[in-house]
């Protein structure tokens, strides 16, 4: 009988010894998959922001090349960007949305959002998205 009590000790000893390492991979399995569905969210959102751009028509009047230009387009495409991330359920005061004029010929959206993990062991980091696409221009 002395036997199968150790083997159970031994058992439970093991059990002890991996539970901890059980448990970090569930919790960090957690928080990777919860970044990922925002990262997916954020990524159809900035698609949308790229695709809204691209309808726009005479988007190259007032542009330059650079990042976030304080034209009316570019401000509809930030504004429009903003739209559907409430609609996603994102607070855009957590998010930053850039747009920019690419040789004059794309339009580029980018969404940048701090992730906080669910477990605060885990470091935060910024989930970063971006979406470019050719725009209708009127020039001849």
Not at 36 to 42: D, G, H, I
């Amino acid at each position: 009988g002395s036997q199968i009590e150790n083997e159970r000790g031994v058992a439970m000893l093991e059990f002890s010894m991996v539970a901890p390492l059980l448990v970090l991979m569930v919790m960090a399995t957690y928080d990777l998959g919860n970044a990922l569905n925002q990262y997916l969210a954020l990524s159809r959102v900035v698609y949308e922001g790229a695709r809204y751009a691209a309808t726009l028509p005479g988007l190259e009047v007032y542009s330059t090349s650079g990042t976030n230009p304080n034209t009316p387009n570019h401000n509809k495409i930030r504004d429009r960007v903003v739209d559907l991330l409430q609609r996603a359920g994102f607070e855009p005061s957590t998010t930053t949305v850039e747009t920019a004029n690419v040789s004059n010929t794309w339009v580029t959206v980018t969404v940048t959002k701090q992730y906080e993990p669910m477990f605060k062991f885990l470091a935060t980091t910024n989930i970063r998205v971006h979406a470019s696409g050719p725009f209708l221009s009127l020039a001849p």
